[in-house]
């Protein structure tokens, strides 16, 4: 018995040794404990320092790193461009997208492979184009939303405002808004809808899905690492996905329309899946944003925005250039999504920058590198230069390698929404306040301290709001 055992361990063992040195994984840069082990990889999911580790990686090893035993992270354009764009179409979603499920209902995000994404996709995507977006019963709903958020400074003047809060507030409203319109969430006036923002906002969950991802039988056995169940939310967008006569250009109207062919539930999911994501990515996005332009080095590009805003008071929300470049660059410098995009290699393998992966192999790409790691498309990369997206010289390939939200036909259908939202309030807080960070808040929301997990510190951004004349 021991024999046999020794046998299994030795046999075992020199396979590993023989992978290390002649797998197909021995000839990917990286350390060498990922050609045998994804236990590091692991580690660093649970402690929630993946970004930050793979970023080093890439700084030490080059555009592609082997970062676990069948896992490769990507840094440049080619790699991205294969993966979700160009050659993207064949690249299914792995199951990690399974713990996005809602209402045990797949979505468009969690969607894995082409074919059942473009059906799902065909549903929605007119709701998405910016067409709709700007028509006036969903621009005027966000105004109300952002008149809402403008209370709030005014009200803060003399002392300070947590904007973190504010922000995610704001962010629901306008997603809930579009989702059901017109029943929307009022979360910065009814102590009610308040609750969702703080079942959806201030619970960090990503730790307990890596758990139920990797480790299903220890997360049913310690249920104390499953993911919160968000009841409130839940309850709230199925009541609404319930709805009678919603408004036509709401998402929910197209989901309950004869072509879509969906049950309620599953349009609940739905909803649900882009309630849920359009609440932290504009709500974190908007935070970062905003500390950065309340600083002291960026008081310049603040006054810089405020004078376009007062001088185009009539420009409608797309044709403000200084307001869309800082956006973008916001967007850039502090991308809120706090994670790689994972997709598997495609039957027959493929060569990726330059690097052979066989079918099966998981690769992605994080914005946090291709943002930060590309000196030729993003020079200065680490600085916030809103002034680099006005420039013509090198536009087509900044806007190829923004990984904001994503890229190719499987990237976020919200986009258009999201700088909608973020505009319609900047416009706003910009044409009347200048805003500097408050002598009580703690610490600096600098990109490499506060953007692990892609949150403020302690889930707060103290700020001073002070009038301006116009």
């Excluded at 600083?295 to 008071?313: A, D, G």
């Amino acid at each position: 018995m021991f024999l046999i055992a020794g046998l299994s361990v030795s046999t075992w063992l020199i396979y590993l040794l023989v992978r290390s040195f002649c797998g197909w994984q021995a000839k990917l840069p990286g350390p060498w404990y990922t050609t045998v082990t994804s236990l590091v990889l692991k580690y660093h999911e649970f402690t929630k320092n993946r970004r930050l580790w793979i970023h080093a990686l890439h700084q030490k090893y080059g555009p592609v790193v082997r970062i676990a035993p069948n896992e490769v992270s990507f840094s440049n354009t080619e790699g991205m461009k294969e993966i979700y764009q160009s050659g993207g179409s064949g690249y299914d979603k792995t199951e990690f997208y399974d713990l996005f499920t809602q209402y045990g209902h797949r979505t468009l995000f969690t969607t894995p492979n082409k074919v059942d994404h473009a059906v799902r996709k065909r549903i929605i995507a007119d709701r998405y184009s910016m067409t709709n977006i700007l028509r006036a019963p969903l621009l005027d709903g966000f105004e109300q939303s952002a008149s809402s958020v403008i209370a709030k400074c005014e009200a803060s003047r003399g002392s300070h405002l947590d904007v973190y809060v504010t922000l995610h507030c704001y962010a629901i409203d306008c997603a809930s808004h579009f989702l059901f319109s017109p029943g929307g969430t009022d979360t910065l006036n009814n102590p009610e809808d308040f609750k969702l923002v703080q079942e959806l906002s201030y619970h960090d969950s990503l730790k307990q899905r890596y758990v139920e991802h990797y480790w299903p039988i220890m997360n049913r056995i310690l249920p104390l690492f499953s993911p919160k169940s968000a009841p409130l939310s839940k309850s709230y967008v199925l009541k609404q996905s319930h709805r009678d006569n919603p408004h036509e250009a709401s998402l929910i109207n197209k989901l309950q329309s004869k072509s879509s062919n969906l049950s309620t539930i599953e349009m609940a999911a739905e909803c649900m899946d882009h309630m849920a994501a359009g609440i932290d990515t504009t709500g974190d996005g908007l935070c970062f944003l905003m500390y950065e332009l309340s600083l002291p080095r960026s008081q310049n590009k603040q006054e810089t925005l405020r004078r376009e805003i007062l001088q185009n008071p009539n420009a409608k929300i797309n044709d403000l250039p200084y307001l869309d470049a800082v956006i973008k660059e916001g967007l850039r410098l502090f991308a809120p999504i706090p994670m790689s995009l994972p997709r598997y290699v495609p039957e027959n393998g493929r060569v990726i920058g330059g690097y052979k992966c066989p079918p099966g192999t998981i690769v992605s790409c994080q914005a946090y590198s291709l943002h930060l790691l590309n000196p030729d498309v993003f020079p200065n990369a680490e600085s916030f230069v809103p002034e680099r997206w006005l420039q013509k010289d090198g536009d087509a390939d900044r806007n190829r390698l923004m990984f904001a939200f994503s890229a190719g036909g499987r990237g976020c259908i919200g986009k258009h929404l999201a700088m909608v939202e973020m505009k319609t309030l900047l416009r706003r807080i910009y044409g009347q306040y200048r805003t500097t960070v408050a002598p009580e808040m703690k610490g600096d929301m600098s990109i490499h301290d506060q953007m692990i997990s892609s949150r403020p510190k302690d889930q707060t951004c103290l700020l001073v709001f002070d009038r301006v004349e116009g």
